[in-house]
């Protein structure tokens, strides 16, 4: 089992910046990947983006387009996500998952934490 807590949400204002932070603890791998979602008010959760445990490697949705940036510490076994320039539309809960494609798990198998608000006030 793995557990993920997410942190370090709150109210911003326009261009301002946040930095989430992810928590992991439990069996993980370095086979792992693990990444950043965010569900807007009314709409579908969608994908921001993702690293390699291991690697540190990233991957991002275009709508990101280079604000945010993904990175991990493994002495600290955090993830964290680094939002510059927010906009009203960022507003969302955001999640952390953990997946490890190499044992069978996708995102949709894998591991959830709880979600941390985050609110772009104009």
């Known amino acids: 089992q793995v557990q993920l807590v997410e942190s370090g949400g709150g109210l911003v204002q326009a261009g301002g910046s946040l930095r989430l932070s992810c928590a992991v603890s439990g069996r993980t791998s370095s086979t ?35 604000r945010f940036t993904i990175s991990r510490d493994k002495a600290k076994s955090t993830m964290y996500l680094q939002m510059n320039s927010l906009n009203v539309e960022d507003t969302a809960v955001y999640y952390c998952a953990a997946m490890d494609p190499a044992h069978g798990s996708n995102w949709s198998t ?5 979600g941390t608000q985050v609110t772009v006030s104009s």
Do not use: S
Request: glycine share 20%; aromatic share 24%.
């Open 32 to 66: 792992y990947y693990m990444g950043w979602f965010r569900r807007p008010p009314g709409k579908d959760r969608e994908f921001i983006g993702r690293i390699g445990w291991n690697l540190g490697d990233t991957i991002y949705a275009d709508f990101v387009k280079g």
């Open 110 to 114: 894998g591991y959830w934490g709880q």
